[in-house]
């Protein structure tokens, strides 16, 4: 669909128009400096969904719960995100301010509404930040040989936030050629580590697929694959990264939505390589399901590498977990100078400066540096505490997309006509619709509580998260009133 001729307009070869004239139509000036090409803008993408950190993450979860079949959760994500990437494109076209779903749902709908949207995404982006940069310490421990503690990985998960930060302080030169070197070394370590498992180290064919091996055999199998298709709703996010440095990049309305369709199609298309090629390679998937294996990724590196080689593997997974560190931290960053530079949130006056010599909000920086940091420390006092803030993530990055895809089909059906370089056409309504739905069903299954024999707080601890980062929203913004405070567009893209 995204091949048609309805949406190849523009010409890719063609000059960039004035991006400061038409950002400046939009009611914005801006003090980014646009250095990052459309490969930059692809690979920032790429590495905020980081198909690596995703899948050696969630893999050993998915197959336990849901067996080999668990794999075709990722293609089905993979077709919901792209059409929730289809929808972001047209708006992103129309308008390519930073900061992304705050000044998007802010265009489509109004104020309050974009509050909102921003607020959920926000808090969702700096708890991802904690929960990233956490996952790399164990895999520190196994690369320099030692057992992993709470100790250790929350002085590993500081030093990566430490250095994703000081990236990001080198500017936009500085912090895309970073995204790009993880790119590069994901996808190379993806390839490579998919190949040699399927050439030299298979242990079965692709029928297996097709059978669950027990899975899922103590109730309904339908449950079970839900739940483990949790791996691929975890992977699919990262393209609105591209959108959310939209200032920052040349030719903006045609380059966004092109490299938001490209970290859907290569960063699915890897993902879904080296989970078949971990898939194959498992020599035996009962010992997964019932528990004996608890961590089949490593089970097949070491046996196919070896000790050293299963070392170079982990070094360039930790590659993977710090690039996405630093382009969550991006993300965040220019959120919340968008927010600033509206008046609509507090700590505006610093939120929304600029370095003058990086041309980077410093502070917005630090808040996405500082917050993640005080989340992992917390671990140091209660193990629980971080998985209670971070358990809300994921939920709260699709919260937010359906907010702005919501908001996008309200605004088509009271007569807005998407006018940027990319556009559905007549495809804008349907795919539209499909992507809510997708992404209400997505979220759905997100918060379902699937641990009946915990206590009702933990059983219920993903919908209890949400409803209190939305209930202290509410409350702020009804009381507060940021949405008085500014005079900037909006709800301007349906006609009045």
């Known amino acids: ?87 972001y494109g047209e708006i992103v076209s129309q308008f390519p301010v930073s900061g992304g779903i705050y000044p998007w749902a802010r265009r489509l709908w109004g104020r ?47 030093a990566v936030i430490l250095i994703a930060t000081l990236l990001n302080l080198g500017g936009t030169r500085v912090m895309t050629s970073a995204a790009i070197f993880g790119f590069a070394a994901e996808l190379a370590g993806a390839v490579v580590v998919g190949i040699w498992l399927l050439t030299t180290h298979r242990e079965h064919g ?44 040349s030719d903006p309305t045609r380059r966004i939505p092109k490299s938001m369709r490209m970290t859907i199609y290569v960063g699915g298309a890897a993902a879904t390589f080296v989970a078949v090629a971990l898939l194959l390679a498992v020599p035996d998937f009962g010992a997964v399901i019932s528990g004996k294996d608890a961590d089949p990724v490593y089970t097949v590196l070491r046996g196919a590498f070896g000790d050293i080689g299963t070392r170079i593997v982990l070094c360039v997974v930790l590659i993977s977990f710090l690039s996405c560190a630093l382009s ?31 041309h980077v909000p410093p502070y917005a920086l630090a808040v996405t540096a500082i917050l993640p940091a005080l989340v992992i420390l917390g ?70 509580p699937r641990t009946p024999d915990a206590a009702w707080y933990d059983n219920y601890l993903v919908i209890i998260s949400a409803a209190l980062v939305i209930g202290l929203g509410l409350v702020y913004l009804f009381v507060a009133k940021p949405d008085r405070r500014s005079e900037a567009p909006a709800g301007d893209a349906i006609p009045s």
């Open 328 to 358: 969550l931290q991006a993300a965040g960053s220019r959120l919340l100078q968008s927010y600033a530079r509206d008046r609509m949130i507090f700590g505006s006056t610093y939120l929304a400066r600029f370095s003058p010599a990086r």
């Open 379 to 448: 671990s140091t006092i209660s193990a629980n505490a971080l998985t209670r803030i971070v358990s809300f993530a994921a939920l709260g990055i699709y919260i937010g997309f359906q907010m702005v895809v919501l908001a996008a089909l309200r605004a088509r059906l009271r007569g807005w006509r998407p006018s940027g370089a990319f556009r559905l056409g007549a495809w804008g309504l349907p795919v539209n619709i499909a992507a809510l739905v997708y992404g209400v069903a997505a979220a759905v299954n997100m918060a379902w």
């Open 206 to 249: 692709l029928g297996v697929v097709l059978h669950t091996f027990g899975a899922g055999s103590s109730g309904s199998y339908t449950s079970a694959f839900l739940a483990s298709g949790l791996v691929g709703l975890y992977l699919y996010y990262g393209f609105e990264a591209c959108g959310d440095v939209a200032e920052e990049v």
């Open 1 to 87: 669909m995204a091949e048609t001729n309805a949406l190849r307009t523009g010409d890719e070869s063609s000059p960039p128009a004035d991006d400061a004239a038409a950002l400046a139509a939009l009611g914005y000036t801006s003090e980014y400096k646009r250095e990052m090409s459309l490969w930059g803008n692809f690979a920032l993408g790429f590495t905020y969904l980081s198909p690596v950190v995703g899948v050696y993450t969630l893999f050993g979860f998915a197959l336990a719960t849901g067996g080999p079949p668990m794999i075709w959760s990722l293609v089905i994500a993979g077709v919901g995100q792209l059409l929730v990437s289809l929808v």
């Open 112 to 158: 309050r509404w974009a509050w909102m949207a921003g607020w959920v995404y926000a808090l969702a982006l700096l708890a991802t930040i904690a929960s990233v940069s956490y996952g790399a310490g164990p895999f520190v421990a196994l690369i320099l040989g030692f057992a992993p503690g709470t100790t250790s990985t929350v002085l590993c998960a500081l």
